[in-house]
Structure formats: structure tokens, C-alpha cells
């Protein structure tokens, strides 16, 4: 999330606040930081509009994931993390956003915090009754523990997200400042405001980076309860958890247990859905939402299936290459395999017309670039003219069409005249480097075969070119491995966003993540033009500026074809068991799911059980 300064005032001024000194620099005191002129929640507000404040507590939530687990600790790069510990549940950061205002953040361990008039540092008010899963306090100590533990030791996007944090202060026992560096930012407090808190006095005779499956003592709502290791994790709702009744967790955290079970293939995992073995489900794959769930619990009402709209960025989902190989270093070598995709033909026969085709990084929000440029991103844009793709400045970005029938051979001969002139030519009946010699291989990794039934028509088609296109699906631990340590020529990703971006950028396409494990500089980008169009969103004053900065870097990233971009939809699909309640407003961004409760009736209705 970002912070920018839509005035003078700093963002994070609310109806009802106090402004003070600290360093001889005047704060301003919250309860909240926002990059809206205002919160959608002032102070004194007692839950959030989105939930039922009288939700029942107890049952079981069900669920499902792919793969395996072979550690409790989400936050290194060693290991198979399980599923479902962060997001507020076991781990708790200092504040939390709405899911109806995710520009905004709220106190949580923290009860208020002060920012700095000129942006030099924030400070941090604890909760004196916050509390650890052993019952000890937490402490301005366990938030500094936290926060470089976090940077030395865990995986490098943390690295890239507090690398504008100086230093950090202990005031008092339930008191922190952090203090910043570079230009004036206004996205730092909200930040550092999302650090997840662990227990210094735990961790010191730990050693954090190893894995391990002992319980972690924890700040959140609940714990680990009962596990089996790539089988199943249960966390189980904290009677004595120290903040449910915060105006931010009323209504919510309403299951006595979360279950989480395990399953190797998606296909047994749609039919244990099917029988019962699990409650929810979001549906990622468009063939099983139109063909897979016709079956009696659904025709009977007691499974309910919505398409659930969302405002969500949906970002770029993408066949991403890795340009770390010298195959793919040649921008018209990746254009022309644009050419050989049809989504046309994959979303009429594949996808039941389910999606749209993406054109932005920052797809379904205003930072999203469209047409030309504008005066303002011209402005942005004209300083590094001589170092970008002449079509930023003269073209709109369009990948390309198709009728949908299935014949591409127009396409196919653009394909082919790029890689002419990148040097490619058939010989030996193989497509081969001119001046190389190396043949024109792609191997597309994946770590489950949802993807095989749309990369095979495409390889088709890259060998119709003289491509040689093969699929390699790894279990999850070993795709989760490789996508660490860059080993892949392509891999389908997905690049999510924010309403707001910042620092994130830096991970996902700066020159310093790119050679670094367990980043998420999937392609290998080592751009200055880039690197320096981040470190503007980073600093943006104002809302406007930060838009403007973003849809500059989306026709940079775009026009120099990194990935080729797929689909998106704006809707999540999902399926439940009828055995939940729901508040009567669904959150804007969400589900809701952390809203519903276990309906005993309804339950009972189709021989539901309230035990793990």
C-alpha cells in the first residue's frame, strides 16, 4: 500500500486528532493513516460496515490447498510454508486495512501512531494489553526484533519494502519510532505499519531461517491446534485472545477452527469438494466452473455456486520469460511469440468466454496506461527518450487479435519476420541462432497441470514457427524451488497490485532484485530507466503524481514485452457448502469470507458437524 499527500496536511489527519511535538518536529496523532483525504472509518467507529457485529462464535471452516507444507514459518525462503498463518490470523501486524477501504490502514497491536509533519519518522503507541499466544506481552522490543529480523533473514522482498527505514527506536516499553531516509515518502508509515509482530523472547534460541513445525508462539486471533506435514493444519480460535473485541476484529474470527487440507491434484480436490470433504472452494479454472460441478448438492441448494464481484486491481497474470537466457534477451524474439498465442481461440473454446484479455500491469485501476501518452506522462517519459522503445512514444500498446477460429497464419508470418530479424532462421528443420548456433528451445514449467491444457495448443503453434515447446509440471516444492532460484525458461505468474503502489515495485522489476532468491523479479529486468521510474512512484506527493508515474512505468514494462500478458477477471468464483452465514453487505475487495459464521441449522440441514 502507498501513502501520498493529497495536501498539505498529512494523510493521516482525521476529524479528531492532536498534534504534538516529538524531536522538535510537530506529529500528527491517529488512530488511522490514509491516503484518501479522510478515512472511511473515524475515531470512535465500533466495528467495520462489512460484518454482522452479533456473528455467533464456533464451528468449522473446511479448506483446501495443493501441494504440501514442510515448515510453520511464513516468512523464509527454506521450506514449504503452510498455508493460511499470515493475513492477520497467527501472525498480526500493527495496523490493518478494511476490506472496504484497503487505502487506509487501523490500529490493531497499535492503538495509534504519530507521523512526522515532514516525514522523517512515525511513532508507534501499543496496545498495553496486547499479548502473545503464550500470554506475554508485546513489546516495543518484539516490534524492533521483528522488523530486522525480517530484513536479514527473511525472504528479499522485505528487504525492498523497508529499505527507506533508517533505524529503529525503542521509546519505552510500548512505544517505537522508525525513522526514515531518501526523499519525503508518505507510503513508510503505513508500511512499516504492516509488520507482523513475533516474539523476540521465542526467537532468541531459534534459529529463524531453518524450517520447522513446532507450533510458533504467536500475536493473532488463532493458533496451531493439530497437524500432520503435507497433510493437514489446523488452527484453532484463542479463548484468551487479547483483541477480539477491537472495533477491527468485531464480527470477525467467528470459527472456533480453520481446517486446511491438503491435496496433491486439483482434480481429487475438486471431487473431495464434491463429497463433503471440504467447505469452500474458489474456482481458478474456468473449464471446471462451466463443466464440473453439476452434481446433486448443487441442484438441491445445498452447495451454493456466485460469481462474487470485486473492485480489486487485478494486476498481470502472465507467461513470464525468464531473460536471464539469451534466447530470450532479443525483445523481438518475445514479441513474436505473442503473436503465436491465440487468447481468442483459447477463451471461446477453453475458457467458456469467461475473461478478458490484460493490457496493463496495473489492469482494472486508474494506473492503468491506455491510448498515448498524456502531457503529464510525457513530462515523465521525454527525459529517458533515447533509452526506450520508440512506440511508448508514438504507439498505443495492443497485443494481437485474432477471429477466434483458430487459424493464425497471418500471425504466425509476423512471428516469423521478427525472428528474422533477431537472427533466427530454420535450419535442419529447427529454428537456430544465425550467428550462435543455438536451437530455439522452450520449456514451460508449471507446478500443476491446470495450465498443460492451454500451453499444448500453443506450443502447436510456436512449432509451426520452427519453436521447439515442451511442458515440465513439478510437484509444488520442486516448482516452488525453481521459481527461487530462476531455473525455468518460462513460467506462468501473476504480479498483483495494489490500489496504491510503492515499494513493492522495487521487488517485482528492479536491477537489485533480479539476481537475488526468492525474489519476485521473475524475468531478470536490470532496466535504469526502470529502476528510476520506481523510486518515483515511491516518492510520488500526490495521488495524481503517483497515477501519472504508474501508467509511465506500465508503458515502459509493456513496451519492452517481458512477459506476454494473458487474461483477468473481475470476479472471484466461488463455491460452499450452504452451512455459513453472511452478513447482509459484502465487502468491496473481498470474499467477505472472514465475516461468515457456522450456522448450526443449516448445517444440520445437510448433515454438517461443528467438530474438526
Known sequence: MKIVRNTLILAVAVAICFVGLSDEVQTTRSHSTTLA????????????????????????????????????????????????????????PLMVSAEDDVLSQYGLIAESLEVAEDLSFAIFHLRPEARFSDGTPVTAEDVEFSFYTLIEKARPNFQHYYENVANVVVIDPNTIKFEFDGPPNRELPQIVGQIEVFSKAYWEDRDFEQTTLEPIVSSGPYKISELEPGRYVVL??????????????????????????????????????KSGEYDYRPENNSLKWATAYDFPALTEGMVKKEMLGHGRPAGMQAFVFNIRRTKFQDPRVRRALAYCFDFEWSNQKLFYGQYTRSTSYFENSEMASSGLPSEEELAILNPYKDQLPEEVFTQEYTLPVTDGSGNIRSNLQKAVVLLEEAGWKIQD?????EETGEVLEIEFLLGSPGFERIISPFIQNLSRVGISGSIRTVEPAQFLNRAQEKDYDMIVASFGQSLSPGNEQRNYWGSEAADQVGSRNDVGIKNPVIDELIEKIVAAETREELIVVCRALDRVLLWHHYVLPTW?????????????????????????????????????????SSSN
Open 236 to 273: 484453532e480460535r484463542d479463548e484468551n485472545y487479547w483483541g477480539e473485541q477491537l472495533p477491527v476484529n468485531v464480527g470477525q474470527n467467528n470459527f472456533d477452527f480453520i481446517r486446511w487440507d491438503y491435496y496433491r491434484d486439483n482434480e481429487v480436490a475438486v471431487e473431495a469438494f
Open 568 to 608: 483477468h477477471i473481475r470476479a472471484d468464483r466461488v463455491l460452499w457448502w450452504d452451512k455459513f452465514g453472511r452478513p447482509d453487505v459484502k465487502p468491496l475487495y473481498t470474499t467477505g469470507i472472514s465475516t461468515w459464521w457456522y450456522d448450526e441449522a443449516k448445517a444440520s440441514r445437510i448433515g454438517g
Open 37 to 92: 483525504d479522510f478515512p472511511k472509518y473515524g475515531p470512535g467507529f465500533e466495528h467495520f460496515e462489512y460484518v454482522n457485529p452479533n456473528a455467533p462464535k464456533g464451528g468449522t471452516l473446511k479448506r483446501f490447498w495443493i501441494g504440501g507444507f514442510d515448515t510453520l514459518n511464513p516468512f523464509t525462503v527454506k521450506g514449504d510454508p503452510a498455508v493460511g498463518l499470515r493475513g492477520g490470523f497467527v501472525f498480526e
Open 429 to 433: 528443420n529447427k529454428l537456430t541462432h
